[in-house]
């Protein structure tokens, strides 16, 4: 009955990870739109995502500091309308302004910031409610990210196929609907705190915890493997690989998603089982092959089965930072979770920048792009070695 009572609470989550899914995954499908719409070069729609995330680090440190002063549900109910009002906003600021570059980076922005809320403030809260096996439901919870990723994705190429990708701002609205009506479960649903107030550690006792910058380390990483894919696969399968939009989307961001919705699914029901820092160790260089096969193929069919390895193999490495984070550092509190956030979007802007500077560098080269992503899942692998040489975190190492 007890667990019964967080059923709302664990809804509002999986919807609060949905939002998110959306905010990331529906204009990285318009790349391509407003390269040919607006004229805007692919160096500039490289900085769309990197304000994306570059907003919800800023936000991540922000919250850090202050989310216990406001309140949890307060700031999670803001988050929601920010990312309602920034995705409504789409469907005119840009055609409004001068240059609308210019409106779809403040778009960009509002619905970040209710975005990097969301990314702060969920994991905790289901933390804090009373569940059995809580690295299975923190993976199970993280797979609603991949499942709103899916659906938006496999939602947004149906509607392109059906009524055209000229009536994009309708099907903005429409995703917009979805933040909106999740403000009201997050305004009624039962919210505990993670640790009791005065007993959380601040963040300069955080940084000066050597165990936590490796976390940091490995959460930076974690992001930078995801997101960079994630980001650029439907404009690599679009412009490198030279499939059409609905099959490059599908096959290339839509599978992505569900292979990694899957991943963190089969570890939310089997997770107990399984040592997960060498989980995530065979995560990262199956991540590393990925990234390898999808740049070096010549072939289309063999480059795009790299984005969907990609996806599989990324699924446990944000959930799973977030856990090992929590195990070894239960003292954290919210101050913890939003620098791991913070760390994990400084990840997610430094990975789909890179590739975008290096395609650009290297002459509208998305392959050479995509090369260089596989940095981010070779370092992962070092932390996570590193960390399974120290075994259970014995505190006296990192000091």
Known sequence: MQHNRYKRTLTACY??????????NFTPLLFTTFHREYGISLGKIAMIPMAFYLT????????????????IRTCV??????????????????DLMPVPFAGIMICCIIYAIGSGL??????????????????????????????GSVGVIGGSTLFFSIFGIGRWRILASVWALVPFLNTFNFLRCPIEK????????TIRQLLRDRLFWLLCLLMICAGASEIAMAQWASSFAELAL???????????????????????????????????????????LLCLFSYLLAALSGAALPALA??????????????GSISISAQAIPRGGTAMFALLALAGDLGGTAGPALVGMISQGTGENLRAGVL????????????????????????????
């Open 372 to 399: 260089s992503g596989a940095v981010f899942p070779l370092v992962l692998v070092l932390c996570t070695a590193a960390l399974i040489r120290r075994g259970n975190f014995s505190r006296q190492k990192f000091k």
């Open 194 to 201: 993670f640790v009791e107030e005065g007993e959380g550690m």
């Open 306 to 319: 790299g984005c969907m390895i990609c996806g599989f193999s990324v699924g446990i490495m944000w959930p």
């Open 242 to 284: 030279h499939v059409s939009k609905s099959a490059g989307d599908i096959a290339g961001p839509c599978m992505f998603a569900a292979l990694m919705g899957i991943s963190r699914a089969i570890y939310g029901k089997y997770g107990e089982r399984v040592d997960l820092k060498k989980f995530m160790a065979a995560s990262g």
């Open 118 to 147: 969301i990314e702060v403030l969920v994991s905790p809260i289901v933390q804090a409610c009373p569940f059995d096996n809580k690295e299975s439901v923190m993976s199970l919870l993280h797979s609603f990210y991949c499942w």
């Open 56 to 71: 919800q680090l800023l936000t991540d440190l922000f919250c850090a500091r202050f989310a216990d002063c406001v309140g």
């Open 15 to 24: 919807f609060g990870f949905i939002t998110q899914a959306i905010a990331a």
């Open 77 to 94: 109910v803001i988050s929601e309308i920010l990312s309602a009002a920034g995705l409504f906003g789409l469907c005119f600021l840009p």
